[in-house]
């Protein structure tokens, strides 16, 4: 079992932020947590807000600081590596994220692509889509996406 991340953000491209980070750990445990909008981080697209869910009220509300949630992502996967399906945009949130936070991220952020072989790429896809139907959990949504992740690896290595 491999630890396994996912960032839900308030849009894609420049300006969007972190708005909710979940956590599939190897251990089994599972973590997550609303990301509360700083100041200076106004962009927000309604189409994804249509896929996540999260409305932006709910996260001045409910959402922790950056730095809280900063801490607790360190104090999670202090000296871990963790896996992403999208490496690109989850460590560039992750980034602002911790450069909002100033504190040093303790973790490292890899692709999935780097645990599997050509054969399992090939069949990452259609694998998802099979454990999203059997495991029957709210999609786009942080700790649920990380957990689809992580199975979905789990059923290909264990093919």
């Given at each position: 079992m491999y630890n396994f991340i996912d960032v839900e953000a308030s849009g894609f491209g420049a300006g969007s932020y972190p708005i909710e980070v979940g956590v599939a750990m190897a251990s089994g445990q599972m973590h997550c947590t609303l990301i509360r909008p700083e100041e200076d981080w106004v962009h927000w697209s309604e189409d994804a807000a249509a896929i996540h869910g999260i409305p932006r009220d709910i996260l001045?509300?409910?959402?922790?600081?950056?730095?809280?949630?900063?801490?607790?992502?360190?104090?999670?996967?202090?000296?871990?590596?963790?896996?992403?399906?999208?490496?690109?945009?989850d460590s560039?949130?992750?980034?602002?994220?911790?450069?909002?936070?100033?504190?040093?991220?303790?973790?490292?952020?890899?692709?999935?692509?780097?645990?599997?072989?050509?054969?399992?790429?090939?069949?990452?896809?259609?694998?998802?889509?099979?454990?999203?139907?059997?495991?029957q959990l709210q999609r786009h949504r942080a700790s649920s996406d990380a957990l689809i992740l992580q199975t979905t690896l789990n059923e290909l290595q264990s093919q």
């Open positions: 001045l509300v409910k959402g922790k600081s950056a730095l809280k949630v900063a801490m607790l992502l360190n104090e999670w996967l202090d000296g871990e590596t963790v896996y992403s399906d999208a490496w690109g945009n560039c949130w992750l980034a602002m994220l911790y450069e909002e936070a100033s504190i040093r991220q303790r973790f490292k952020v890899d692709s999935v692509v780097s645990l599997m072989s050509q054969k399992q790429m090939a069949q990452w896809h259609q694998k998802k889509n099979s454990v999203i139907q059997n495991m």
